[in-house]
């Protein structure tokens, strides 16, 4: 079993910028993959960005590409997403999601991951 941890959330205005971490405990060393996804109010949860865990190859959504960044730290079992330039439409409650899938297609969906943090909300002002 792999637990996962957001924090990093907050309240910031049109232009700023925050960085998300998350948290893993337990069975980390089977994780394949890990990736951001968020929830907008009324919406669907989205992807934002993904991360291989051992070759630290990344993807993004097109909204998220030039703006956030995805990174590990393997020794410390830590996820980041490093947003800036953030907007009223990032507002959002942010997830970690991991899985021990190594698949190379499919990793945009959220049913291609199985561990699943609670959640950290971000709110952007404008």
């Known amino acids: 079993q792999v637990r996962l941890e957001e924090s990093g959330g907050g309240w910031v205005h049109t232009g700023d910028s925050l960085r998300l971490s998350c948290a893993g405990s337990g069975r980390t060393f089977s994780v394949a993959r890990m990736g951001w996804f968020r929830q907008a109010p009324g919406k669907e949860r989205e992807f934002v960005a993904t991360i291989r865990w051992s070759s630290g190859s990344t993807f993004y959504t097109d909204p998220a590409k030039g703006r956030f960044t995805i990174s590990r730290d393997n020794a410390k079992n830590m996820l980041y997403l490093q947003m800036n330039s953030l907007k009223p439409e990032d507002t959002a409650v942010y997830y970690c999601?991991?899985?021990?899938?190594?698949?190379?297609?499919?990793?945009?969906?959220?049913?291609?991951?199985?561990?699943w943090g609670q959640g950290t909300q971000v709110t952007v002002s404008s």
């Open positions: 999601a991991g899985t021990r899938n190594s698949g190379a297609y499919g990793y945009t969906r959220d049913d291609f991951y199985t561990y």
